[in-house]
């Protein structure tokens, strides 16, 4: 049975074309755990609060503002939490058409664009937003979204309007939806942006950028993999694509697959194109959304063993695993596999020899194993016995 999952969202910026005051960037954070997590996180939510001295009041990033060594101390203390955080990153630069002008249509199209995106890989969720903006407009959009509603992607949805102020949880939100502002929003960036994005990097999730700066082009262009490897990148990258665009998370094991690709191209296009991300980094991601918790062998034969059985190619090493920019993330994949395989081969090799003399080759154990015995039998026709 999957366990029930429960979001809380909240926005940083707004519909304002106004950059110089307003700033570029609008986005919409949302933090997720399991509903038997909920009590747990409550408690060390408060903890947060007495430690960082927010006293009795909100847990809000405007609060904080521009102390960058609070926001740090506190952003690592939220890291430690057992939550992963999903996000919208609009570039209002990029927006084009005048339905953007509009408060209502910009607000409906981008959560739209968010919350089916969480549906798509939580069919059964629990939803919490806060009443900024007004009660009106979010029960006009609590419709709107019972309408995109379509089979088998939305099995069940539940979109529930808090007040922060009485919402520890949607306090956590704003306050991550604040720091991605911090990291992107070009009035608000600083020296400090890449130190925040790396110390939430364990509890992030995923980002989905709009307009969609996450294509292949960007990748090229901003690489800094001085071994970059354009075709090597493309075919993998355009694999991945295909794949999350055609998948449900209907059952746990896709929902498994498409956070696991989803983590790896959020490690790709925060240019951490030369890291690898390891099993148990994975893993922490991975049991936000499951009841019983993935086991390593699990992951690599229903994740990565599965996804590579549909063609997509991902690089794995000692230290985790990536997405192929260059020949060297293949080779190492190979040099991994090698020492994997070859003393398998090796073993089954001798047994079968062992067997074969013993019993004057009167049995063969690759017999019923036929690609196994044209490997060892190259020479032979074997597929046509």
Same mark, same amino acid.
């Given at each position: 049975?999957?366990?029930?999952?429960? $979001?809380? $969202?909240?926005?940083?910026?707004?519909?304002?074309?106004?950059?110089?005051?307003?700033?570029?960037?609008?986005?919409? $954070?949302?933090?997720?755990? @399991?509903?038997?997590?909920?009590? @747990?996180?409550?408690?060390?939510?408060?903890?947060? *609060?007495?430690?960082?001295?927010?006293?009795?009041?909100?847990?809000?990033?405007?609060?904080? $503002?521009?102390?960058?060594?609070?926001?740090?101390?506190?952003?690592?203390? /939220?890291?430690?939490?057992?939550?992963?955080?999903?996000?919208?990153?609009?570039?209002?630069?990029?927006?084009?058409?005048?339905?953007? @002008?509009?408060?209502?249509?910009?607000?409906?199209?981008?959560?739209?664009?968010?919350?089916?995106?969480?549906?798509?890989?939580?069919?059964?969720?629990?939803?919490?937003?806060?009443?900024?903006?007004?009660?009106?407009?979010?029960?006009?959009?609590?419709?709107?979204?019972?309408?995109?509603?379509?089979?088998?992607?939305?099995?069940?949805?539940?979109?529930?309007?808090?007040?922060? @102020?009485?919402?520890?949880?949607?306090?956590?939100?704003?306050?991550?939806?604040?720091?991605?502002?911090? /990291?992107?929003?070009?009035?608000?960036?600083?020296?400090?942006?890449?130190?925040?994005?790396?110390?939430?990097?364990?509890?992030?999730?995923?980002?989905?950028?709009?307009?969609?700066?996450?294509?292949?082009?960007?990748?090229?262009?901003?690489?800094?993999? !001085?071994?970059?490897?354009?075709?090597?990148?493309?075919?993998?990258?355009?694999?991945?694509?295909?794949?999350?665009?055609?998948?449900?998370?209907?059952?746990?094991?896709?929902?498994?697959?498409?956070?696991?690709?989803?983590?790896?191209?959020?490690?790709?296009?925060?240019?951490?194109?030369?890291?690898?991300?390891?099993?148990?980094?994975?893993?922490?991601?991975?049991?936000?959304?499951?009841?019983?918790?993935?086991?390593?062998?699990?992951? *690599?034969? !229903?994740?990565?063993?599965?996804?590579?059985?549909?063609?997509?190619?991902?690089?794995?090493?000692?230290?985790?695993? !990536?997405?192929?920019?260059?020949?060297?993330?293949?080779?190492?994949?190979?040099?991994?596999?090698?020492?994997?395989?070859?003393?398998?081969?090796?073993?089954?090799?001798?047994? *079968?020899?062992?067997?074969?003399?013993?019993?004057?080759?009167?049995?063969? /154990?690759?017999?019923?194993?036929?690609?196994?015995?044209?490997?060892?039998?190259?020479?032979?026709?074997?597929?046509?016995?």
């Amino acid at each position: 049975m999957k366990p029930k999952i429960t $979001a809380f $969202a909240d926005e940083f910026g707004n519909n304002s074309f106004d950059f110089d005051s307003q700033g570029s960037h609008f986005i919409v $954070a949302t933090v997720i755990t @399991k509903n038997e997590n909920l009590d @747990k996180l409550q408690s060390e939510i408060h903890k947060i *609060r007495k430690v960082h001295h927010f006293q009795t009041g909100e847990i809000k990033s405007s609060k904080v $503002a521009g102390n960058h060594g609070r926001r740090l101390s506190i952003l690592k203390d /939220i890291s430690k939490l057992d939550i992963s955080v999903f996000a919208l990153v609009v570039d209002k630069r990029k927006l084009s058409g005048e339905g953007f @002008k509009y408060k209502k249509s910009f607000y409906k199209y981008l959560n739209g664009l968010l919350y089916k995106e969480l549906f798509k890989t939580f069919p059964d969720l629990d939803l919490y937003v806060d009443e900024h903006g007004g009660n009106d407009f979010l029960l006009e959009f609590k419709k709107y979204v019972h309408k995109i509603k379509v089979p088998d992607l939305f099995s069940s949805l539940e979109l529930n309007i808090h007040n922060s @102020k009485n919402n520890v949880y949607i306090q956590l939100a704003d306050f991550m939806a604040g720091t991605l502002g911090y /990291i992107y929003d070009e009035n608000k960036k600083s020296d400090h942006s890449p130190v925040f994005e790396e110390v939430i990097h364990p509890i992030l999730t995923g980002i989905k950028f709009f307009p969609p700066e996450y294509s292949f082009a960007d990748i090229s262009e901003y690489n800094i993999d !001085k071994n970059f490897d354009e075709m090597i990148a493309k075919i993998c990258f355009l694999r991945i694509q295909d794949f999350l665009d055609k998948v449900t998370g209907d059952d746990q094991q896709k929902i498994d697959q498409i956070n696991f690709l989803k983590l790896l191209l959020l490690y790709q296009r925060s240019n951490i194109s030369s890291r690898y991300i390891s099993t148990n980094e994975v893993l922490n991601h991975l049991n936000q959304s499951r009841n019983e918790k993935l086991s390593v062998v699990s992951f *690599r034969s !229903k994740v990565v063993g599965s996804l590579r059985d549909k063609g997509i190619v991902i690089a794995s090493s000692k230290s985790g695993y !990536k997405i192929p920019s260059n020949a060297e993330d293949l080779t190492n994949f190979i040099e991994h596999g090698n020492q994997i395989l070859l003393p398998m081969l090796n073993r089954i090799k001798m047994a *079968r020899e062992a067997i074969k003399l013993g019993t004057v080759n009167g049995l063969d /154990i690759l017999d019923n194993f036929t690609e196994l015995k044209a490997i060892f039998d190259p020479q032979k026709d074997v597929s046509s016995k």
